[in-house]
């Protein structure tokens, strides 16, 4: 790579990401959101109306998350395939555009369920491993760098990552300082960060304000492109 490459992603279609666009918008990073249109985990109130994915589509790109958001290794495969396929084809039909990207509901998926993800047409598929700073070998299996959460057993991970192992534990309590410190490895290494989460948690712990230090951070920073998840594939070794 001769710079950094910067990509987002936001699963599951919810209202908040109208008020998520907006953010990235005003820092000029681009995202990816994918979108499960009848979520099971929502009430049909919460999740984006068609307008509202339209509108997202214009500016950012609309990747697929199945239709119901269930885990796809443990339901049948044929069942699987309808809620892969007929995700695609729904947002393509509403969206105008084809959907080539997509994202595992949970992270939950096989070596079948890869297979479906291929023959539905995706050339890329996110899941949810973290700390992953490099184009993938596998583009439908593709990890990330960092998860907007608090994870307490990757806090080891993070310290070795960034080589601050004399700063206190709490400095990583946070997930704000662990986005802002990975960011800063993957500008030292020339690489990818990939940084995603979820809406309703920003909602849910009053995170919207550290979501927004962290992409003021990372953005309109020299030397690096900002790319939306489908545009990985395209970075040259």
Not at 16 to 35: A, C, E, N, P, W
Not at 63 to 74: E, F, Q, R, V
Not at 178 to 195: E, G, I, P, T
Request: with cysteine; hydrophobic share 30%.
């Amino acid at each position: 790579m001769k710079h950094v490459f910067v990509t987002t992603s936001w699963d599951d279609g919810h209202k908040l990401d109208v008020r998520l666009g907006s953010l990235l918008k005003k820092y000029q990073i681009k995202g990816t959101f994918y979108i499960s249109p009848e979520d099971h985990e929502y009430k049909k109130a919460d999740l984006l109306s068609e307008k509202e994915i339209k509108n997202l589509a214009k500016d950012f790109e609309i990747g697929a998350h199945t239709l119901t958001h269930p885990h796809l290794s443990k339901i049948p495969l044929k069942k699987a395939d309808y809620e892969i396929r007929e995700s695609k084809k729904y947002l393509e039909n509403l969206t105008g555009r084809k959907i080539t990207s997509f994202c595992y509901p949970y992270g939950d998926y096989n070596q079948d369920v890869v297979n479906l993800v291929r023959k539905n047409g995706f050339t890329f598929a996110r899941t949810i491993k973290r700390f992953t700073f490099s184009k993938q070998n596998k583009p439908l299996e593709t990890g990330t760098s960092f998860h907007t959460y608090i994870h307490y057993s990757e806090i080891p991970a993070i310290f070795w990552l960034t080589k601050k192992t004399v700063l206190p534990f709490p400095r990583y309590t946070n997930w704000e300082n662990s986005a802002m410190d990975l960011f800063d490895y993957a500008c030292k290494r020339n690489s990818l960060f990939h940084l995603w989460g979820h809406q309703i948690e920003f909602e849910k712990y009053g995170q919207w304000e550290k979501l927004e230090r962290v992409l003021r951070y990372i953005s309109r920073r020299k030397g690096v492109e900002y790319i939306t998840n489908g545009e990985i594939n395209a970075i040259k070794p």
